[in-house]
């Protein structure tokens, strides 16, 4: 099987949708020898927002430290296998095509779906390479979540939100109880979550577990010394440790929470501050990308993957506070179908900027023109595309070099952009 069969074999299998369960899971694990026990010390991340940031954080800590660090991710930018990474390198074309090739037929049989199989082929590839750390990333939810096999060593979770209700529960005491369920017998775990109602779950799985539970705002306090686009300087203060002018190529504050995450773990496991420093700083070797990233100056433009309110909320926080810097905005973004258009499109109004809505790349797209009438409707000035390319073709002619730009909404808009070397 060449890359591309393997691409072609497993790209159908989202026709099978999400489907919440560990039953497939298990069966392409059990024909695979079992590598999710032979993982090394892992960190399992669950959240709304910001599990990203923290998986990232960490695995470029671990890397620092000189563990042999495996990274599992998702969704990916441009290609798949952004998605599984070790030491910062993703896997080889060849390995994919291995691995697909020898779980297609127990795949077919399961009804295994698009991201089961991908996650049981990260973990055979991270057992096979003998990883020291494997930070885990889940994909939906927490309880039924294909990754909810791992024995983990830490849980880590950073928000608690309302996205994907339909399969995690329409209250936030629902979501925080499916996402907490990564909490195992002894592990730790370590939250920035306050809102007592979702708090109180993770409290109460803890407890249930006799699983330390560690609180960022609590246990570790951050303070921010410098913000500016492109660039997050932390003061971190734990039990233990006061980390000064901690420095993070990240922009925005809302940020700070879930570096303190990654820090309070890294600390834990014995990494040295000086390590943890030198993580940090070299953040962007993981792969992350097009969380409010900095594309270019001149004008500016920010790519951004913010697809629920909570993630605008922050993003539009972010950016109205060096709003000032610029003269014109303008707001290119595109919605699944599946998303509360309303509360994002009420976040991205306070920019006070011009809105261009495009379609994705994608069959959940919105449409473009649905999406504008609903921009409009509220009060803002939006103009609708009917590709990508041309929304950036009029904003190459209307921006100035004293803009500001913003490219948000999705994954498959990050990534086209990403890919189109926009």
């Known amino acids: 099987m060449t890359y591309q069969e393997a691409l072609d074999f497993l790209y159908p299998l989202h026709r099978f949708g999400i489907q919440p369960g560990l039953e497939r899971i298990l069966v392409l694990l059990d024909f695979l020898g079992f590598p999710q026990k032979r993982l090394g010390m892992v960190v399992h991340v669950a959240g709304t927002n910001g599990k990203g940031t923290v998986a990232a954080s960490l695995a470029s800590i671990f890397q620092a430290s000189g563990r042999k660090t495996a990274l599992y991710t998702s969704p990916h930018l441009v290609d798949f296998t952004e998605r599984i990474r070790i030491n910062g390198t993703r896997i080889p074309c060849e390995k994919v095509a291995h691995y697909c090739a020898l779980l297609k037929s127990i795949a077919i049989n399961s009804g295994a779906t698009f991201f089961e199989v991908t ?11 003998q990883v020291d750390v494997s930070i885990i990333e889940t994909g939906l939810g927490g309880r039924l979540d294909a990754t909810n096999v791992v024995d983990s060593v830490y849980a880590v979770i950073p928000s608690i939100g309302f996205d994907h209700t339909e399969w995690l529960g329409g209250t936030l005491a629902q979501i925080a109880s499916e996402k907490s369920a990564i909490i195992k017998k002894g592990c730790k775990v370590v939250t ?3 809102f007592p109602e979702s708090l109180l779950q993770i409290q109460k799985r803890a407890a249930l577990c006799d699983a330390p539970l560690l609180l960022a705002g609590k246990d570790a306090l951050c303070s921010i010394s410098v ?23 990240l922009t925005g504050a809302f940020h700070a929470s879930n570096i303190t995450l990654a ?26 990308r097009a ?10 433009i920010f790519l951004d993957v913010s697809h629920n309110p909570d993630g605008m909320r922050e993003t539009v926080n972010t950016l109205c506070s060096f709003r000032h810097l610029y003269n014109r905005a303008y707001v290119m973004f595109g919605l699944a179908s599946d998303k509360d258009a309303q509360a994002i499109v009420r976040e991205l109004l306070r920019l006070k900027a011009s809105l261009l809505t495009v379609p994705l790349p994608s069959h959940r797209s919105l449409l473009s023109e649905s999406l ?18 041309d929304g950036v ?12 730009i913003l490219i948000t909404g999705s994954f498959y808009l990050a990534g086209y952009i990403i890919n189109s070397g926009i």
């Open 291 to 300: 969380r409010l990233e900095l594309m270019s100056r001149s004008p500016t």
């Open 192 to 194: 920035a979550v306050s």
């Open 227 to 249: 913000q500016e686009p492109g660039m997050l300087e932390l003061d971190i203060t734990t039990t233990s440790v006061h980390y000064s002018a901690l420095k993070v190529p």
């Open 263 to 288: 820090v309070m773990v890294a600390e834990d496991a014995g990494i040295s501050p000086e390590q943890i420093s030198m993580g940090l700083e070299r953040l962007t070797g993981t792969g992350y």
């Open 119 to 129: 996650t049981a082929l990260a973990f055979a590839w991270f057992a096979e390479e």
């Open 393 to 404: 073709a009029s904003l190459r002619v209307m921006a100035g070099v004293d803009d500001l």
């Open 372 to 389: 504008c009438s609903l921009c409009n409707e509220a009060g803002g000035n939006a103009t609708a595309f009917n590709t990508i390319d």
